[in-house]
């Protein structure tokens, strides 16, 4: 009988009471969120949100000590299985699943329902790390490349005729894990520079300025380098390809559906429609910042709890944080968020075979999309995009695909002793 | 190469929750505009509107309080009616404007009140009280108008309104708001620091929809409103009400004064209009019709109209010339009709009798021996000097300039100056021969019904008077009311010389005005026609009674009505009986008062 694949001593404790924190932090702003002084209600009451969120976070222990119980080989071994299986169901979804608002997020019998869109992305990191385990893998070549993005692209297409954008958007964090296996540093540079010039573009009304930039932009890096005419022609075309996007990108922007349009005119300009589209917007910037230093108190708050803040208790959870507990309870809460990504690069790098440290880079790029995207789209850096915060938003699916995206890497991290290691 | 990239990524993070925590700070603790918009959004500050203080009549009879009106609210979200026929019966309204109603409701708010039976009176109120609870999303909301139990006394009283922008500009305490009901005229309008209470503030939270949330921070910042001062005032409700009922269908004034006291009795400017009429939502309509009617109801005559004093004014001059020793008892002049039109009556007339015969040639003998006292040699300079110091001791009379009764919008009166006739015929290029008109109070004189009645109130007192006012007791206590209404104001003349101007007067009413005599209740009286180039002279009247202890002065103009003989010694005389005596023993001379047929 080979022995127990339980390593309790070997647990990461730290990356499990920051998680413990959060959910335990987020359970009790989610009661702040409906929480309705004239009624009264306990936080356990299961007519309410929170009472169901512990619901969730029971469930999600439940789940914890059959990931922690489990033989660590098994994720890998499944991996392909698993993978192919949220593939199965996200190609099901959109015919059997349940349609709410044009969207069919979720599938399910009965009140029992889960979003296959949350769930594929730990599947998707299981698959990664398994393509790319291989020691020959090398992201700089094109082949693997490909391959690479293949996995990544198959459940964001199927995810994206949901349709759900926000959650297909997660999957490009991805590329953070890309960055730590090899992918070059061009694509990123290439990435960063189309990223800065669609926000300029946007921004800023008189294209000229955006003319005028690239050009001695150009010039500059001629000037840098060695005079080749290779070189000039590829930067004069790169400009001039530059130049061309930067004026197509507001007619690229008018043929998005307007819903998205307007979430990313209202970045520029929240005043453009403070009652409609700005609404969110407006209305969570309000909530979090009128809570100033301190905050106004655990239940406290007047913006979040009489239903300024649209979808309170799930993607804009935020803002009864920010309000009832000001700067301070965010800084906390911010702070938390960065120790326990911290933690999991440390765990990651300690990792002795490549499938567990891709699989928690992958567990990194997804947590920090999240907590980047959520939090900036609540003070008005981001447009609106549906994504809940890890472990705080309210919510089943959600709660339950982070803790096993989570686990699944704190149980390989437990077992790395018995792992061969196979680090490139 | 790949080994810096983990540390890159490490920056990354750290760098986004930078980004984040200061983005935080910036609308979180430097940025404190959200904090304000939160409180926009979420509290809301309800005014707690004090109930006005309460007017009283000298007696303790009520003239005005606040009558609760009753709005019957609808809530469509929680509105339903299972059996309607019932519910109409019940309700007494129709199905279309149950149904208009509703629709209207739902159209400006599902979730919020709209009214669906507007001022609903007390009695159908208790009817239908006991049926809200079978309905759910009604409730009654109370509001309160301004009411009157008897409509007189709408000028003195005033009327109250909502703010204009001009006084809220004023404001500079920023007590009053948008919307605010202020006194406008009248008591309402000079007592309005008094009457209006103070306002009490609820911040109460409300959710996105406007729906109540409860109370902010448990009431903490909540003041509760303090109710208006009770006002008691010095106007007789019987009395004025009496005196109403005289004027019904003329024009013209009255106004009865308490002599020792300066209170005004009663106060009645003709055309009056039902007080009721100036209050709650019609108020404006009501205003501007009121406003444009040619008899002009809403003009207070008793302190607004001005007319020249005539004959009354004669009294005036006789107790400047007794005072300055011009005149004596025995003076004698003769009816030398070719100085000015007279009457007839025995001639030549001591001071006595040409009060008793208002014997105009008198006046105009004695006036130039007022005024030309041979103080300059030049007959202009000696003019315009005794012009000026007769004015000084007219002006103690409480002529020419405004009393300063409790409410606003009182005239002076004019009296005239040398600087007037300077101007009209250029200095010393006028002479008595010029003014002489002023004599016998006529020419380029005016004084208000006020003014006459305070005249009256001289008379009765033997040369003082109190400003006439009316308010008695601020919260029941006489002592708050304004100080100058406590001051004894002396017109300059001894009282040793008003027994034979009272003896004159009570004598007068036999000769001019027979019927204003009453039996054992002496009235002094003195008639007077005030000219009018514009039709029938004005008939007036000034009395006081009883003769040896003063109970009341009073002063009526009728407009129109031709010789103060008639008109107003009749009403004056039916008032000062009803307020002395409570009760009319002529029931003929009412008649006649009623009929307002003087003019034959």
């Known amino acids: 009988m080979r022995e127990s694949d339980i390593h309790i001593n070997r647990v990461d404790w730290v990356t499990v009471l920051l998680y413990f924190a959060l959910v335990m932090i987020g359970w009790f702003n989610i009661y702040a969120a409906v929480y309705d002084g004239q009624a009264e209600k306990s936080i356990f009451d299961f007519s309410i949100n929170s009472g169901m969120q512990l619901v969730w976070i029971f469930t999600a222990i439940a789940l914890i000590t059959v990931i922690m119980v489990a033989d660590h080989r098994l994720f890998e071994n499944l991996s392909i299985i698993i993978y192919l299986i949220f593939i199965g169901i996200l190609i099901v979804t959109p015919f059997f699943g349940k349609e709410v608002n044009g969207q069919t997020l979720s599938i399910g019998f009965g009140s029992f329902r889960i979003q296959p869109g949350e769930f594929a992305k730990f599947a998707t990191a299981l698959a990664l790390a398994k393509i790319m385990e291989r020691p020959t893998f090398d992201l700089s070549k094109t082949k693997n490349q490909l391959v690479a993005f293949g996995v990544l692209m198959l459940p964001v297409l199927l995810i994206l005729l949901q349709p759900d954008t926000g959650t297909a958007m997660v999957y490009f964090s991805f590329l953070i894990m890309f960055y730590r296996e090899g992918l070059p540093q061009r694509y990123y540079i290439l990435g960063l520079g189309f990223i800065a010039l669609s926000l300029l573009s946007l921004g800023i009304k008189e294209n000229i300025y955006i003319v005028f930039g690239i050009t001695a932009l150009v010039i500059f890096l001629i000037l840098l380098g060695k005079k080749s005419w290779q070189r000039i022609v590829a930067f004069s075309l790169i400009g001039l390809g530059a130049i061309a996007y930067s004026y197509s990108i507001d007619f690229v922007v008018s043929k998005l559906p307007e819903h998205q349009q307007n979430r990313i005119m209202v970045l520029f300009n929240p005043d453009l429609d403070p009652l409609g589209v700005g609404w969110n917007v407006t209305q969570s910037k309000i909530a979090i910042g009128s809570g100033g230093l301190w905050g106004k108190g655990y239940l406290q708050g007047t913006q979040t709890k009489f239903d300024f803040v649209p979808e309170q208790h799930t993607d804009f959870i935020f803002c009864t944080l920010g309000e009832e507990f000001g700067w301070i309870g965010s800084l906390v809460v911010i702070l938390l968020f960065l120790a326990i990504l911290y933690r999991l690069v440390v765990m990651a790098e300690r990792q002795k075979t490549r499938f567990s440290r891709i699989y928690g880079y992958s567990v990194i790029s997804i947590l920090l999309f999240h907590f980047m995207i959520n939090i900036a789209m609540t003070i008005g850096l981001f447009p609106v995009v549906g994504i809940p915060l890890p472990f705080f938003s309210y919510g089943g699916s959600s709660l339950w695909s982070f803790t096993v995206l989570l686990f699944i890497f704190i149980k390989l991290d437990s077992s790395r002793a018995q792992q061969l290691g196979r680090i490139n | ?256 004064i308490e002599p020792k006291t300066g209170e005004i009795l009663a106060m009645i400017s003709a055309p009056f209009y039902d007080p009721n009429q100036l209050t709650g939502s019609d108020f404006g309509k009501t205003y501007t019709r009121l406003n444009r009617l040619e008899t002009k109801p809403l003009f207070n005559r008793p302190i607004m109209a001005m007319y020249p004093p005539g004959s009354i004014f004669k009294i005036v001059q006789s107790l400047i010339g007794l005072q300055d020793g011009i005149l004596v008892p025995e003076t004698t002049f003769a009816c030398n009709r070719s100085l000015v039109a007279c009457h007839n009556h025995p001639s030549p007339v001591n001071l006595f009798g040409a009060i008793r015969n208002s014997c105009n040639p008198y006046y105009h003998q004695a006036f130039r021996k007022i005024i030309n006292r041979e103080v300059s040699s030049n007959t202009f300079k000696d003019t315009e000097i005794g012009l000026n110091d007769w004015r000084d001791k007219v002006l103690k009379f409480g002529l020419g300039s405004a009393l300063g009764v409790d409410i606003v919008g009182e005239k002076g009166g004019d009296i005239p100056s040398s600087k007037l006739y300077n101007r009209i015929y250029g200095e010393g290029r006028w002479k008595y021969s010029t003014i002489y008109s002023l004599s016998i109070g006529q020419g380029e004189m005016l004084v208000t019904p006020l003014q006459m009645a305070n005249l009256a109130a001289i008379f009765a007192n033997k040369g003082y008077y109190y400003t006439p006012h009316l308010i008695k007791a601020v919260d029941g206590d006489p002592s708050k009311i304004p100080a100058q209404y406590r001051y004894k104001n002396e017109v300059g003349v001894d009282a040793r010389h008003f027994d034979l101007i009272q003896n004159a007067m009570a004598e007068a009413l036999y000769g001019t005005a027979n019927r204003a005599v009453i039996k054992d209740l002496v009235i002094a009286g003195k008639t007077g026609t005030a000219q009018n180039p514009h039709g029938e002279d004005h008939s007036v009247f000034v009395a006081f009674a009883p003769k040896d202890d003063p109970k009341i002065a009073i002063a009526v103009y009728v407009e129109n009505a031709g010789w103060g003989g008639r008109a107003a010694a009749s009403t004056a005389s039916l008032m000062i009986e009803k307020y002395i005596k409570g009760e009319i023993t002529r029931p003929a001379l009412q008649e006649y008062v009623l009929a307002g047929n003087f003019i034959y």
């Open chain 2, 1 to 256: 190469m790949n080994d810096q990239r983990p540390v890159v990524i490490l920056i990354f993070i750290f760098l986004i929750g930078a980004v984040l925590l200061t983005k935080l700070f910036m609308i979180q603790v430097v940025d404190d505009s959200f904090m304000k918009k939160a409180e926009r959004n979420a509290i809301q500050r309800v005014v707690d509107h004090p109930y006005r203080g309460l007017i009283y009549d000298r007696n303790g009879k009520l003239l005005v309080y606040n009558n609760p009106i009753f709005d019957l609210m609808v809530v469509p979200k929680e509105f339903h009616v299972k059996d309607t026929t019932r519910f109409l019966e019940l309700f007494g309204i129709t199905k279309e404007h149950l149904i208009e109603s509703y629709n209207a409701a739902r159209k400006y708010s599902w979730v919020k009140p709209s009214p669906m039976i507007k001022q609903i009176s007390t009695t159908d109120f208790a009817k239908i009280q006991d049926f809200l609870i079978d309905y759910p999303g009604l409730f009654i909301m109370t509001r309160s108008v301004r009411s009157y139990p008897e409509p007189i006394a709408a000028h003195a009283l005033g009327y109250i309104g909502e703010i204009s922008a001009g006084q809220l500009e004023r404001d500079t305490l920023k007590y009053y708001s948008q919307g605010d009901y202020v006194g406008l005229s009248g008591i309402e309008r000079y007592y309005e620091k008094e009457l209006r209470g103070v306002k009490g503030v609820k911040y109460k939270m409300v959710n996105v929809r406007g729906i109540d949330k409860g109370p902010f921070k448990d009431g903490e910042y909540d003041t509760a409103s303090v109710a208006g001062i009770n006002l008691t005032s010095t106007i007789d409700r019987e009395l004025q009400m009496y005196g109403e009922m005289l004027m019904q269908g003329k024009t013209g004034s009255v106004v009865a």
